[in-house]
């Protein structure tokens, strides 16, 4: 790893062990389908056969006269929503009869494999045998699971009520499109006919899935007094507690979200799907009730990223300047509004500075699950289509690949297309990083018989914040107990309790991170959007001053001095006056109780200021003439983070995001048949990368601080994964000439698009 990172610290940028590794590692940590009560059921979804169906009867007499169908559940038993944007939680708005409809379908089947009715039962595999006992009458409908089709005047229609407002103002409904956004800078017009030279480019991609190992879980267990408690995995426990009230229409205090160990998420693990079920289960039969998915399960009525029809035209002038920028973009949302289209647009055309564009991006339903985020959401599908066609350009100019990005760099004070004028970024040190890397200035080795190729790509993603709390706890030993309200994905305990360990002067050993559930800690936003450390860390960073401010005030009352008197560094309080006054903090701790009782820090922050990565690849690659087999060669991943407070982790979110980068690059897709349905649902046909797949992935984490932080944070998760798509693209031409426009780039495509060459 070639990194940045300062010694000034002494915890931050250190590789401790994680606090929860070992449990981990030897199995002990416990994940949602672990959880286990007496008494308890099991429950199971019934699901749609048909992508597209009115739902004209749903007969559960011979059901519930079996003995042992201990509960059913249908769209009845949800609370009565408008069909209408509303809030259903804290800083979360949508349709909340969508919501509802996305849970247990009421009025329509909108994909296959959307929930219609739910059992419970004595165990799991009793439970799956006695759904054949519930009986829908469907009425068939056409379905569509393409957006481009989806688009079309003669597509069905998935949502009658749907109205979307056109950029004149002019409100439309019978159509799939729910939305369009549009930015615009400059003057378009003016830019092109600056242009020596414009390049114009279509791209398709298919939908793609998040791939994460544990399938979604809840068990809930609904008290006699109206309260339910529920153990899940999820990538936000406020935000499934928010959801479960909405859609059961339930105060948010009647509700408690116990976070569980998460095996993965990506992005696909913010929604609630069994969760509201399970408690309604639960409430029937007065038992704890568990459920979970199968792979099946997840793949076909989970939310995974959007399909996409991508088209992008760049002018340049003859010395490689970008005169003007256009765009229009339509994504998939599946069966219910909101795809990651606002990502795309936002992120796209942000590593360069581009006086003149205009974005247009529309929102299309079709008949496919609702989709969700996936690292980055939106961003590695502008990406491919802009990163190519630089690609391209750099190419008709005989221009160094880095060189016309560094010309085009946007740097400080540059209005990126969302209209946010940048603070600084990291664009410019991260370009210039790759074009000094060994991996960019060797020649690739050519071997007779095999088409070898190199492609880079660069890529953006905005990071996220959002309300977070913490509270720290000093013990009388001057070990710290750290909640706080941050799902841990990727090892973000860890990194939170550097942080506060770096404030306090102390090991981060003797700190004890803990992810509280909903009622033990204040509201926090999702772990998503790389705003983790940023957010969570900063309110460990506050807690941490919470806890300095009072060790300070104890030492000035043993000492019988005013505070302004005390100094605190590197965990140690001094008397300013007198050099021989010193106290550790564990002295202090140790005696928190006769000097005015427990030492206990909290914050609760909502900050501004997350600041944008920049990320890179260079990717290697050798094709198979005949096959069109695609082996990875080599790849290095840069990534500017800001500060990296833990680097193993950043490195490892690098790696994993390059993985799955070159997975939905090469070969990953939802393969879909006429009728509808998935065929290739389960891990054996959905063919995501595996070691075997890979050489070591080599990071190189850049670090432009943050001024928006404490400690320079900015963020890692997302941004890894925007430049792959393209960078593999980029190297198939390299290896073949020919340019692919097209995901996946799979051996088939690439042998036809070769043999038409």
């Given at each position: 790893?070639?990194?940045?990172?300062?010694?000034?610290?002494?915890?931050?940028?250190?590789?401790?062990?994680?606090?929860?590794?070992?449990?981990?590692?030897?199995?002990?940590?416990?994940?949602?389908?672990d959880?286990n009560?007496?008494?308890?059921?099991?429950?199971?979804v019934l699901?749609?056969?048909?992508?597209?169906a009115?739902i004209?009867?749903?007969?559960?007499?011979?059901?519930?006269?079996?003995?042992?169908?201990?509960?059913i559940?249908?769209?009845?038993?949800?609370?009565?929503?408008?069909?209408?944007?509303?809030?259903?939680g804290?800083?979360l708005y949508a349709?909340?009869?969508?919501?509802?409809?996305?849970?247990?379908?009421?009025?329509?089947a909108?994909?296959?494999?959307?929930?219609?009715?739910?059992?419970?039962?004595?165990?799991?595999?009793?439970?799956?045998?006695?759904l054949e006992?519930?009986?829908?009458?469907?009425?068939?409908?056409?379905?569509?699971?393409?957006?481009?089709?989806?688009?079309?005047?003669?597509?069905?229609?998935?949502?009658?009520?749907?109205?979307a407002a056109?950029?004149?103002?002019?409100?439309?409904?019978?159509?799939?499109?729910?939305?369009?956004?549009q930015?615009?800078l400059g003057?378009?017009?003016?830019?092109?006919t600056e242009?020596?030279l414009?390049?114009?480019?279509?791209f398709?991609t298919?939908?793609?899935?998040?791939?994460?190992?544990?399938p979604?879980?809840a068990?809930?267990?609904?008290?006699?007094d109206?309260?339910?408690?529920?153990?899940?995995s999820?990538?936000?426990?406020?935000?499934?507690?928010?959801?479960?009230?909405?859609?059961?229409?339930?105060?948010?205090?009647?509700?408690?979200?116990?976070?569980m160990?998460?095996?993965?998420?990506?992005?696909?693990?913010?929604?609630?799907?069994?969760?509201?079920?399970?408690a309604?289960?639960?409430?029937?039969?007065g038992?704890?009730?568990?459920?979970?998915?199968?792979?099946?399960?997840?793949?076909?009525?989970?939310?995974?990223?959007?399909?996409s029809?991508?088209?992008?035209k760049i002018?340049?002038?003859?010395?490689?300047?970008?005169?003007?920028?256009?765009?229009?973009?339509?994504?998939?949302a599946?069966?219910?509004?909101?795809?990651p289209?606002?990502?795309?647009?936002?992120?796209m055309?942000?590593?360069?500075?581009?006086?003149?564009?205009?974005?247009?991006?529309y929102?299309?339903v079709?008949n496919?699950?609702?989709?969700?985020?996936?690292?980055?959401?939106?961003a590695?599908?502008?990406?491919l289509?802009?990163?190519?066609?630089?690609?391209?350009?750099?190419?008709?100019?005989?221009i160094?690949?880095?060189d016309?990005?560094?010309m085009?760099?946007?740097?400080e004070?540059?209005r990126?297309?969302?209209?946010?004028?940048?603070?600084?970024?990291?664009?410019?040190?991260?370009a210039?990083?790759?074009?000094?890397h060994?991996?960019y200035?060797?020649d690739?080795?050519q071997?007779e018989?095999?088409?070898?190729?190199?492609?880079?790509?660069m890529?953006?993603?905005?990071n996220n914040?959002?309300?977070?709390?913490c509270?720290?706890?000093?013990?009388?030993?001057?070990?710290?107990n750290?909640?706080?309200?941050?799902?841990?994905?990727?090892?973000?305990?860890?990194?939170i309790?550097q942080?506060?360990?770096?404030?306090?002067?102390?090991p981060?050993e003797?700190?004890?991170?803990?992810?509280?559930d909903?009622?033990s800690?204040?509201?926090?936003?999702?772990?998503?959007?790389s705003g983790?450390?940023?957010?969570?860390?900063?309110?460990?960073?506050?807690?941490?001053?919470?806890?300095?401010?009072?060790?300070?005030?104890?030492?000035?009352?043993?000492?019988?001095?005013?505070?302004?008197e005390?100094?605190?560094?590197?965990?140690?309080?001094?008397?300013?006056?007198?050099?021989?006054?010193?106290?550790?903090f564990?002295?202090?701790?140790?005696?928190?109780?006769?000097?005015?009782g427990?030492?206990?820090g909290?914050?609760?922050?909502?900050?501004?200021?997350a600041?944008?990565?920049?990320?890179?690849?260079?990717?290697?690659l050798?094709?198979?003439?005949?096959?069109?087999?695609?082996?990875?060669?080599?790849?290095?991943a840069?990534?500017?983070v800001?500060?990296?407070i833990?680097?193993d982790?950043?490195?490892?979110?690098m790696?994993?995001?390059s993985?799955q980068?070159?997975?939905?690059?090469?070969n990953e897709?939802?393969?879909?048949?006429?009728?509808?349905?998935?065929?290739?649902?389960?891990?054996?046909?959905?063919?995501?990368?595996?070691?075997?797949?890979?050489?070591?992935?080599?990071?190189?984490?850049v670090?432009v601080?943050?001024?928006?932080?404490?400690?320079?944070?900015?963020?890692?998760?997302?941004?890894?994964?925007?430049?792959?798509l393209?960078?593999?693209?980029?190297?198939?031409?390299?290896?073949?000439g020919?340019r692919?426009?097209?995901?996946?780039?799979?051996?088939?495509?690439i042998?036809?698009?070769t043999?038409?060459k």
């Open positions: 790893m070639a990194t940045q990172t300062s010694d000034s610290y002494s915890s931050i940028g250190k590789r401790p062990v994680r606090h929860d590794g070992a449990d981990k590692v030897t199995g002990k940590a416990l994940y949602g389908a959880t009560f007496p008494g308890m059921l099991y429950g199971k699901r749609s056969p048909h992508a597209h009115i004209k009867s749903i007969d559960i007499s011979e059901a519930s006269n079996h003995p042992g169908v201990r509960a559940v249908t769209s009845a038993d949800l609370a009565p929503l408008p069909d209408k944007n509303s809030e259903i804290e800083d349709n909340a009869k969508y919501v509802s409809d996305r849970i247990l379908a009421s009025d329509k909108l994909f296959k494999g959307h929930p219609i009715a739910a059992i419970a039962a004595d165990s799991l595999h009793e439970a799956e045998e006695l006992l519930i009986k829908i009458d469907y009425e068939v409908l056409p379905s569509v699971t393409d957006v481009e089709s989806a688009m079309n005047d003669d597509a069905p229609i998935l949502h009658e009520t749907i109205k056109s950029l004149s103002g002019e409100i439309t409904s019978g159509s799939n499109i729910a939305s369009h956004e930015y615009i003057d378009i017009e003016k830019g092109f242009a020596d414009v390049v114009e480019r279509e398709r298919k939908t793609v899935h998040q791939g994460y190992i544990e979604q879980n068990t809930a267990s609904w008290r006699s109206g309260h339910v408690t529920i153990w899940c999820s990538q936000g426990h406020f935000g499934i507690r928010d959801q479960v009230a909405t859609v059961l229409n339930l105060p948010v205090s009647k509700v408690t979200i116990v976070p160990e998460i095996g993965g998420g990506f992005g696909g693990k913010l929604p609630a799907y069994l969760e509201p079920v399970a309604l289960l639960s409430e029937k039969t038992n704890p009730v568990k459920m979970f998915m199968t792979r099946s399960e997840v793949i076909e009525a989970t939310g995974p990223t959007s399909g029809y991508v088209k992008v002018g340049v002038t003859d010395a490689g300047i970008i005169t003007a920028a256009q765009g229009y973009l339509a994504f998939e599946g069966a219910f509004p909101g795809s289209i606002g990502g795309a647009t936002a992120c055309l942000s590593p360069y500075d581009i006086k003149n564009l205009t974005l247009d991006g929102d299309v079709d496919k699950p609702k989709t969700t985020a996936y690292r980055a959401p939106g590695p599908i502008g990406a289509a802009v990163e190519t066609i630089m690609d391209e350009i750099a190419e008709t100019l005989n160094d690949k880095i016309i990005r560094l085009n760099a946007a740097k004070g540059s990126r297309a969302d209209g946010v004028i940048n603070p600084k970024i990291g664009m410019i040190e991260t210039e990083i790759v074009k000094a060994e991996h200035t060797s690739l080795i071997v018989g095999k088409l070898r190729g190199r492609g880079i790509a890529g953006y993603w905005r914040t959002g309300p977070a709390a509270v720290a706890t000093v013990t009388p030993d001057g070990n710290v750290l909640a706080e309200g941050s799902v841990d994905v990727g090892g973000s305990r860890t990194a309790a942080q506060l360990a770096e404030v306090l002067g102390i981060v003797d700190v004890n991170p803990q992810v509280a909903t009622d800690i204040g509201y926090t936003s999702v772990t998503g959007g983790v450390a940023f957010k969570s860390g900063w309110a460990a960073y506050e807690a941490a001053q919470h806890i300095k401010a009072q060790i300070i005030e104890r030492a000035a009352l043993i000492w019988d001095s005013d505070k302004d005390i100094e605190y560094s590197e965990g140690t309080v001094s008397h300013k006056s007198d050099p021989e006054l010193k106290l550790s564990k002295d202090i701790a140790s005696g928190s109780n006769n000097t005015g427990p030492i206990v909290s914050a609760g922050v909502n900050p501004i200021g600041g944008g990565s920049y990320a890179a690849m260079i990717i290697d050798e094709i198979d003439e005949e096959t069109g087999k695609t082996d990875v060669l080599r790849c290095t840069f990534t500017d800001g500060k990296a833990h680097p982790y950043v490195e490892g979110q790696q994993g995001a993985a980068g070159i997975g939905w690059a090469l897709e939802y393969f879909m048949s006429d009728e509808g349905n998935v065929l290739n649902s389960s891990l054996l046909d959905y063919r995501m990368p595996t070691s075997l797949d890979m050489p070591m992935i080599e990071p190189v984490v670090e601080p943050n001024p928006g932080h404490p400690f320079g944070v900015r963020g890692v998760g997302e941004s890894p994964l925007v430049p792959p393209a960078a593999v693209a980029n190297a198939i031409y390299d290896a073949t020919v692919m426009n097209e995901l996946p780039m799979s051996p088939g495509a042998s036809k698009a043999s038409n």
